[in-house]
């Protein structure tokens, strides 16, 4: 019998909380954790800050859940914005270092994400060219850094290649890996979406997985948003990124690769949506019914 460490969390994205703002979430944190733990799920990532509570209530918030990671995104490619960002990028880590204890294995991963190009947010999916080549090296020095920011506050970071930024398709994928020694959170969905195969990289890129979030994704849908013009937060709305099974994702491939590499950690279920596209009821249904995908595929 396998004794890997490997348990399975969601995350607010998959009820389209992205950021809180004016507008109150869909649903409160306390009726998500709720709804996730009884679906079977074991972590939630943070979602935006303050969301699940500050450094202050993190742990009671949480509920007996592990805190499985949480996003941070700063502008690589802007070196004066960058330098902006890094004080939120602080308080993210301050959030960290109030989570519940946790194996090593276990241990919340700060999932570094790029801010975006809008270019490539208008037009998803590795059609529009990225960063020029004279760019990249700025670019990694600055992932570089945010690495060294979080490793210094006892923390292993994780990059999150996505839709719309600068580090979007494989050949961006593999130019960060080579510049940088930082670990990948690899995205099923936008690997997907953005030319590649999931399996594949999850074998290829073995050495350099650090964290997985597992995520279906439709190819239709995109076509059909590129068509129609619409940009990547559309693409969403419009289903883009599937329930578990209902897309393109070969997901028990993806389980295959993840016990071939031998992955220990977080694999964290998510389901990107808007607000007001589906209704609260639907989307905890939607990740009561992927977590029981994940079951019946042996995860």
Known sequence: MSTRVRKVANAPVSFGVFELSDAPPPLNAGEMVGALSE???????????????????????LDGMLLAGGWADLRYNDAEEFRKGLTALERTLDVFAAAPPAPEQL???PTLGCSGSPERFARPGGSVPGLPSSEWSG?????????????????????????????????????????TDVELCLD?????????????????????????????????????????GVDLRELMGRGGFSSLGEGELDLAGVIAALDEIDYEGWVIVEQDTLPGRRTVAQNIADQAANRERLRELGL
């Open 139 to 179: 670019y990694a020095a600055r992932v570089q850094e945010a690495v060294g920011r979080c490793r210094e506050r006892g923390f292993e970071p994780a990059f999150h290649p996505h839709l719309g930024t600068y580090v979007e398709t494989p050949d961006d994928v593999e130019r960060l890996l080579e510049l």
């Open 188 to 228: 099923t969905g936008h690997l997907l979406l953005g030319g590649g195969d999931p399996v594949t990289k999850l074998r290829e890129w073995a050495g350099r997985v650090g964290h997985v979030h597992i995520k279906d994704g439709d190819t239709k849908i995109l076509a059909q948003a590129l068509d129609d």
């Open 107 to 109: 241990a919340p991963r």
């Open 39 to 61: 679906a079977g799920y074991e972590g939630i990532d943070l979602g935006p800050v303050g969301y699940l509570g500050t450094s202050h209530d993190l742990a009671e918030r």
